[in-house]
């Protein structure tokens, strides 16, 4: 309901794709169907968003679902302002509150990656561009033509 764009029956089928594939997210951890639960997790991460995110993690924390539950931090952290306004996340503060701490040091190192990405960027501008003896404004030693 809450997703961007044009919306149509293509929402609907995505949300029901998520809801089916933490099912059988679940039903994998519990039987122990490591195959099944590497698929699951795999098309999870591929369906991350801001609505499923915060309840997805929190799947992933009480399934074994470590890959999933990486992805799903990396998301919240890039996303975390949208993601806390979401039902799901005030569902995963409370079935799964350990996931807090987890959550700011993820949150504390994406920043410090994007200040290092930012700094980077400062640095490899090329410094004295434009730089070339004069010859920018076309003056030059002048050739006689008597």
């Known amino acids: 309901p809450y997703g961007v764009g044009a919306g149509g ?3 609907d089928c995505t949300e029901l794709d998520v809801a ?3 099912h059988l997210l679940v039903a994998a951890d519990r039987f122990d169907l490591n195959r099944l ?3 699951c997790e795999s098309r999870l991460c591929d369906m991350v968003d801001v609505d499923t995110a915060a309840t997805t993690l929190a799947l992933a924390e009480q399934n074994h679902a470590q890959a999933l539950k990486q992805a799903c931090l990396e998301y919240v952290a890039s996303h ?5 306004g979401t039902e799901g996340f005030h569902h995963m503060e409370q079935s799964c509150p350990q996931l807090a701490s987890e959550l700011l040091r993820t949150v504390a190192a994406h920043n410090v990656n994007q200040a290092a990405t930012q700094q980077q960027q400062l640095l ?3 410094s004295g561009a434009g730089a070339g003896g004069g010859g920018a404004f076309g003056f030059g030693p002048l050739s006689g033509g008597d």
Do not use: C, D
Request: no cysteine.
């Open 9 to 11: 029956g293509g929402e």
């Open 20 to 22: 089916m594939t933490q």
């Open 37 to 39: 639960r590497a698929i």
């Open 80 to 84: 975390l302002a949208e993601v806390m």
């Open 124 to 126: 490899s501008v090329p």
